[in-house]
């Protein structure tokens, strides 16, 4: 499987700034995904981002609170903007490996004061 | 809305024994199936995907799927220590390269 980088790995920001992560994967993938994992809760994806193309959002998440870019098929960042302590949250990136099969980076754990 | 349906537990299982996840979904079109493990602190580690109807056997690890009753179940044979963890059932609803809905996860205890 692909492996799959974060940065940054965690964060502590003030609220009404702006944070954006960084996802790097080792092969060009087609489909790179944004997930977010609330403290004790599941995940929630956020967006599909595509190559060459606007990220497709999921219902309840904005592009202008959470702009995405993705230049190539190993890169994209997603950006956390206007942050309140709502958003203190694990963000997760994900890669299809061409197979339907979708594996994850280690995260970037957020907290908003 | 799109749901998927675990247990939340803990489920404690004794060393050496069976352990059973269970998770149903609601979207009947759902196309494919994950099985997912993530210890405490760490992101999502993928165990086993299953497409179609019936059992799919990897090492200790078995996914059962019935569409019919859209239930999808893991079991985790010779179940040890280091199967201790939160087990995440995930689906993709569309089909195709697309995103996951997850479950809220069941948490594993195995005790020694």
């Known amino acids: 499987s692909a492996v799959i980088s974060q940065k940054p790995s965690r964060d502590i920001c003030q609220r009404g700034t702006s944070l954006t992560i960084q996802c790097q994967v080792d092969?060009?993938?087609?489909?790179m995904f944004w997930y977010r994992q609330q403290p004790g809760q599941s995940l929630t994806l956020i967006a599909t981002a595509n190559q060459g193309s606007e990220a497709t959002y999921e219902s309840g998440f904005v592009i202008d609170k959470f702009p995405i870019s993705r230049p190539n098929l190993t890169f994209s960042t997603l950006t956390v903007s206007n942050m309140s302590p709502e958003d203190s949250s694990i963000y997760l990136c994900?890669?299809?490996?061409?197979?339907?099969?979708?594996?994850f980076g280690p995260g970037t754990r957020l907290t908003v004061t | 809305q799109k749901e998927v349906e675990q247990n939340s537990g803990p489920l404690s299982v004794p060393e050496g024994a069976i352990a059973s996840l269970n998770c149903t979904y609601s979207d009947r079109g759902s196309q494919s199936f994950f099985w997912y493990r993530q210890y405490s602190g760490k992101s999502p580690e993928l165990i086993m995907f299953?497409?179609?109807?019936g059992d799919k056997e990897d090492g200790r690890f078995t996914a059962q799927l019935n569409k019919a009753s859209q239930y999808v179940s893991l079991l985790i044979r010779d179940s040890q220590p280091s199967d201790s963890a939160t087990y995440l059932c995930?689906?993709?609803?569309?089909?195709?390269?697309?995103?996951?809905?997850f479950g809220k996860g069941t948490h594993l205890i195995i005790q020694p």
């Open positions: 092969s060009q993938v087609t489909m």
């Open positions: 299953i497409y179609s109807n």
């Open positions: 995930a689906v993709n609803i569309r089909g195709g390269a697309d995103g996951l809905t």
């Open positions: 994900s890669v299809d490996d061409g197979v339907d099969e979708q594996y």
